[in-house]
Protein backbone atom coordinates (compact mmCIF):
# COMPACT_ATOMS: atom_id res chain seq x y z
CA UNK A 1 0.00 0.00 0.00
CA UNK A 2 1.11 3.44 -0.27
CA UNK A 3 -0.80 7.12 0.37
CA UNK A 4 -0.99 7.46 -3.08
CA UNK A 5 -3.49 4.89 -3.91
CA UNK A 6 -6.39 4.90 -5.51
CA UNK A 7 -10.02 4.31 -3.80
CA UNK A 8 -12.42 2.75 -6.62
CA UNK A 9 -14.48 1.18 -4.06
CA UNK A 10 -18.18 1.93 -4.91
CA UNK A 11 -17.11 4.69 -7.34
CA UNK A 12 -16.89 4.61 -10.90
CA UNK A 13 -13.63 3.90 -12.22
CA UNK A 14 -12.46 6.05 -15.60
CA UNK A 15 -9.51 5.15 -17.51
CA UNK A 16 -8.25 6.32 -20.50
CA UNK A 17 -4.91 6.23 -22.19
CA UNK A 18 -3.45 7.12 -25.65
CA UNK A 19 -0.25 5.53 -27.91
CA UNK A 20 -0.23 2.55 -25.49
CA UNK A 21 0.49 -1.10 -26.78
CA UNK A 22 -2.54 -3.79 -25.89
CA UNK A 23 0.19 -5.34 -24.06
CA UNK A 24 0.98 -2.77 -22.30
CA UNK A 25 -2.86 -2.00 -21.19
CA UNK A 26 -2.88 -5.82 -20.58
CA UNK A 27 -0.18 -4.98 -18.33
CA UNK A 28 -1.79 -2.31 -16.00
CA UNK A 29 -5.12 -3.78 -16.25
CA UNK A 30 -3.68 -6.65 -14.83
CA UNK A 31 -2.11 -4.62 -12.04
CA UNK A 32 -4.86 -3.08 -11.03
CA UNK A 33 -7.26 -6.51 -11.09
CA UNK A 34 -4.72 -8.41 -8.68
CA UNK A 35 -4.39 -5.18 -6.44
CA UNK A 36 -8.64 -5.60 -6.13
CA UNK A 37 -9.30 -1.89 -7.74
CA UNK A 38 -11.19 -3.10 -11.19
CA UNK A 39 -13.23 -5.76 -8.84
CA UNK A 40 -14.20 -2.96 -6.23
CA UNK A 41 -15.14 -0.32 -8.66
CA UNK A 42 -19.14 0.59 -8.60
CA UNK A 43 -18.27 0.57 -12.64
CA UNK A 44 -15.52 1.33 -15.26
CA UNK A 45 -15.50 3.83 -18.21
CA UNK A 46 -12.52 3.17 -20.61
CA UNK A 47 -12.35 5.88 -22.90
CA UNK A 48 -11.63 5.84 -26.49
CA UNK A 49 -7.50 4.82 -26.62
CA UNK A 50 -6.02 6.64 -29.84
CA UNK A 51 -3.06 4.86 -31.01
CA UNK A 52 -3.44 1.77 -29.45
CA UNK A 53 -3.02 -0.26 -31.62
CA UNK A 54 -0.20 -3.41 -31.90
CA UNK A 55 2.77 -1.17 -34.15
CA UNK A 56 3.11 -4.51 -35.87
CA UNK A 57 0.16 -5.71 -36.38
CA UNK A 58 -0.88 -8.17 -39.56
CA UNK A 59 -4.42 -9.45 -39.38
CA UNK A 60 -3.32 -12.26 -41.95
CA UNK A 61 -0.19 -12.75 -39.40
CA UNK A 62 -0.79 -15.21 -36.48
CA UNK A 63 1.29 -13.13 -33.97
CA UNK A 64 0.31 -13.83 -31.04
CA UNK A 65 -0.29 -10.20 -30.56
CA UNK A 66 -3.83 -9.38 -29.23
CA UNK A 67 -5.94 -6.36 -30.30
CA UNK A 68 -7.01 -3.65 -27.32
CA UNK A 69 -10.59 -4.70 -27.85
CA UNK A 70 -9.85 -8.42 -27.11
CA UNK A 71 -7.57 -7.23 -24.07
CA UNK A 72 -10.08 -4.90 -22.52
CA UNK A 73 -13.00 -8.21 -23.33
CA UNK A 74 -10.45 -10.62 -20.99
CA UNK A 75 -10.35 -8.53 -18.17
CA UNK A 76 -12.99 -6.04 -17.96
CA UNK A 77 -15.31 -8.85 -19.46
CA UNK A 78 -15.08 -11.24 -16.62
CA UNK A 79 -16.16 -8.37 -13.61
CA UNK A 80 -19.57 -8.50 -12.30
CA UNK A 81 -19.93 -4.69 -12.45
CA UNK A 82 -20.65 -2.46 -15.42
CA UNK A 83 -18.36 -1.57 -18.16
CA UNK A 84 -18.79 0.81 -20.95
CA UNK A 85 -15.90 0.88 -23.50
CA UNK A 86 -15.08 3.46 -26.23
CA UNK A 87 -16.01 6.70 -24.83
CA UNK A 88 -14.82 9.92 -25.93
CA UNK A 89 -12.99 11.15 -22.83
CA UNK A 90 -9.26 11.71 -22.22
CA UNK A 91 -6.41 12.12 -25.24
CA UNK A 92 -9.32 12.21 -28.21
CA UNK A 93 -10.45 14.75 -30.74
CA UNK A 94 -14.02 15.42 -29.37
CA UNK A 95 -13.50 14.94 -25.93
CA UNK A 96 -16.25 15.12 -23.21
CA UNK A 97 -15.79 16.83 -19.61
CA UNK A 98 -16.74 14.58 -17.06
CA UNK A 99 -16.86 15.93 -13.00
CA UNK A 100 -14.93 14.20 -11.09
CA UNK A 101 -16.51 13.41 -7.40
CA UNK A 102 -20.17 13.79 -8.57
CA UNK A 103 -23.17 11.22 -8.44
CA UNK A 104 -23.49 9.63 -11.94
CA UNK A 105 -25.18 6.19 -12.96
CA UNK A 106 -23.56 4.08 -15.43
CA UNK A 107 -25.48 1.55 -17.64
CA UNK A 108 -23.63 -0.10 -19.30
CA UNK A 109 -26.63 -2.29 -21.49
CA UNK A 110 -27.44 1.04 -22.41
CA UNK A 111 -24.49 2.69 -23.31
CA UNK A 112 -24.95 5.60 -21.20
CA UNK A 113 -23.24 7.31 -18.50
CA UNK A 114 -25.38 10.12 -16.85
CA UNK A 115 -24.47 12.63 -14.98
CA UNK A 116 -26.83 13.28 -11.85
CA UNK A 117 -25.63 16.79 -10.51
CA UNK A 118 -23.58 19.48 -12.04
CA UNK A 119 -20.12 19.82 -10.77
CA UNK A 120 -20.65 23.68 -10.55
CA UNK A 121 -22.28 24.94 -7.18
Request: hydrophobic share 40%.
Amino acid sequence: GTPFEIDTRGKIFFIEDVEEQPYSVDRMLTNLRLAGKLQAAAGIVFGECNGCSPRDYRPSFSSGTLLLGEVLDEILGKLSIPVLTGLTIGHTQDQMTLPIGVNATLDADKGELIVEESAFQ
